[in-house]
Structures are given as structure tokens and as C-alpha cells.
């Protein structure tokens, strides 16, 4: 009799704690294909509205400087440090005096993150491995990355460069 508590005990486990790993975090996307008329095209992830929790508090941007309404998440009106140190340093100022001007009134068409990378022609691969070593480090250091503070930047989204795209995955929900 102990030996089969001991078996269904095991079992009940081995079932239950997977389930439990996740337990308030949903998926954070899915995968689905952009066009279903062309064969060829990749499948991209597609943000799920709840997988990030979002920080109403700064619903304005106050925190960041801002002062408009966020309609995207955090993360797409940042510059991550990690990803400057990519950039060449000539590519990097430049970048900053030909691009980055204080005005409030400037409506935001495109991801900071997306015109920092095109203007320093940041290679996919480059992004990518450093971007996972973000990661990595970030979830060591006990981050939640399914927080929009600690949230990581989608290498397949945003190097599609389609803005479309781009801002239907980051909207703020």
C-alpha cells in the first residue's frame, strides 16, 4: 500500500509541477504566420494581451521623461545600454546628434530601438546573441522578465523593420 501512495505521490508530481513552473505567467506568445498567401514567409511570435504585465502607474511616461500618453510598452521608447555597446562609437554619436531632439509634441512612428539598430546597421546576429545574454543574465538576477521594465526586446519582430508589425506586437494592453 505504501509503495503504491509512493508511485501515485510521484506521478501526481510529475504531472502537477510543470504546470505550477508557469503559475501566473501566461505564454508570452504564439506563432503564427504573417500571410498565409506566401509560402515562404517565416512565422513570427504574436504578442498575447496579458503576458506582460504592464505598469499603469506610468501610463504617462513621467518616470521616463515623457509626457503623452504611452501607447506602446517601455520597452519600445528605450535604448538598452547592452545594445549601444554594439554600435561603433562614431555611428553612436552621430546617431545622438543627428536623431535624438527633445520635443514634446513629436509623435513617435517607430521603435527608438528599430531606428538606433537601421542607423548603426546592427547585424541580426549580432542582436541576438546579445540579446540572450541580456536575457540570461537578467533572469540570474532574479528579473521578471514578463514585467514591461524587464521585458526583452523580440529579435524576430523587430528586425522584420515593419513598423505595422512592430507596433502591433509592443501595443500597450
Not at 39 to 63: A, C, F, K, M, R
Not at 76 to 92: K, T, V
Not at 153 to 161: G, K, S
Amino acid at each position: 500500500m505504501k509503495k503504491n501512495s509512493f508511485i501515485l505521490l510521484m506521478v501526481a508530481a510529475m504531472v502537477l509541477l510543470p504546470a505550477c513552473h508557469n503559475k501566473g505567467k501566461p505564454e508570452l506568445i504564439s506563432t503564427t504566420s504573417i500571410s498565409s498567401a506566401n509560402p515562404t514567409e517565416i512565422s513570427l511570435p504574436v504578442y498575447i494581451p496579458g503576458s506582460i504585465e504592464i505598469n499603469h502607474v506610468n501610463d504617462y511616461g513621467e518616470e521616463d521623461g515623457l509626457n503623452y500618453k504611452l501607447s506602446f510598452r517601455r520597452i519600445y521608447y528605450i535604448l538598452p545600454g547592452w545594445l549601444s555597446e554594439l554600435a561603433e562609437a562614431e555611428a553612436y554619436d552621430n546617431f545622438f546628434e543627428e536623431q535624438v531632439t527633445y520635443n514634446p509634441d513629436l509623435e513617435i512612428t517607430e521603435m527608438f530601438m528599430v531606428t538606433f539598430i537601421k542607423h548603426c546597421d546592427i547585424p541580426k546576429h549580432e542582436f541576438v546573441a546579445a540579446n540572450e545574454k541580456h536575457k540570461a543574465l537578467s533572469i540570474s538576477m532574479g528579473k521578471d522578465i514578463y514585467n514591461e521594465y524587464d521585458e526583452i526586446p523580440n529579435a524576430d519582430i523587430i528586425y522584420t523593420f515593419d513598423n505595422e508589425i512592430i507596433n502591433e506586437y509592443y501595443r500597450r494592453e
